[in-house]
């Protein structure tokens, strides 16, 4: 069983910054791979990055490539996820998630999933 905490949302004009955490219960942190993903009022839940449980490999959503970096420390047992040139349309409750071994772009085939934290984009 793993439990995520996300914290570190917040409202923030565009072009701005934000990064966000996930914290993780569980022995074997390492195991798991991580993603983030986000969900727009009236919207479906959707990709945003994911990050392999060593953390050697990433991959994007094409919509924050370039602008958005996910990392861990698997000593901390913490996920992040560092944003910048923020845009009003990133505006969404963002989503930790975990996975035993590989991870995917669905957010259908994750098995834990944190409370979401909210980051609102200011125009």
């Known amino acids: 069983q793993v439990q995520l905490v996300e914290s570190g949302g917040g409202l923030v004009q565009a072009g701005g910054s934000l990064r966000v955490s996930c914290a993780a219960s569980?022995?074997?942190?390492?195991?798991?791979?991580m993603g983030w993903f986000r969900q727009a009022p009236g919207k479906e839940r959707e990709f945003v990055a994911r990050?392999?449980?060593?953390?050697?490999?990433?991959y994007y959503a094409d919509s924050v490539k370039g602008r958005f970096t996910i990392s861990r420390d698997n000593a901390k047992n913490t996920v992040y996820l560092q944003m910048s040139s923020l845009k009003p349309e990133d505006t969404a409750v963002y989503y930790c998630?975990?996975?035993?071994?590989?991870?995917?772009?669905?957010?259908?085939?994750?098995?834990?999933w944190g409370q979401g934290t909210q980051v609102t984009v200011s125009s």
């Open positions: 998630a975990a996975r035993s071994g590989w991870g995917y772009n669905d957010p259908r085939v994750w098995n834990y």
């Open positions: 569980g022995r074997i942190f390492s195991s798991y791979a």
């Open positions: 990050i392999s449980g060593g953390g050697s490999s990433t």
